[in-house]
């Protein structure tokens, strides 16, 4: 088993920055790729960026220029360098990763809110 763990969250204004963290432990030689969803209030939960182990990494177009995505494969941490935020980008942010047997293991989420 894979167990993630967020951090980094919190209330920022808009136009701000900031830097989450998700740290894996467990099984962590099966994990494959990871990546960050987010969730807002009545709205489904969506992919905002991911990223292989070989680095190849994927974007929501809504934060394409604004989020950056990075792994330390030793580490089995991965990262989500956000800037220019918007209120927009108010939601519960999840970690996820993909395992080689096919499953996904899910962190419990870390709320950011951008206010304007």
């Known amino acids: 088993q894979v167990q993630l763990v967020e951090s980094g969250g919190g209330l920022v204004q808009g136009g701000g920055s900031l830097r989450l963290s998700c740290a894996a432990s467990g099984r962590r030689s099966s994990i494959n790729a990871m990546g960050w969803y987010r969730q807002a209030p009545g709205k489904q939960r969506e992919l905002v960026a991911s990223?292989?182990?070989?680095?190849?990494?994927n974007y929501a177009d809504s934060v394409k220029g604004r989020f950056s995505i990075s792994r330390d494969n030793a580490k089995q941490t991965v990262y989500l360098q956000m800037n220019s935020l918007k209120p927009d980008d108010t939601a519960v942010y999840y970690c996820?990763?993909?395992?080689?047997?096919?499953?996904?293991?899910w962190g419990q989420g870390t709320q950011v809110t951008v206010s304007s």
């Open positions: 996820k990763a993909d395992l080689i047997t096919g499953r996904g293991s």
């Open positions: 990223i292989t182990t070989g680095g190849s990494t």
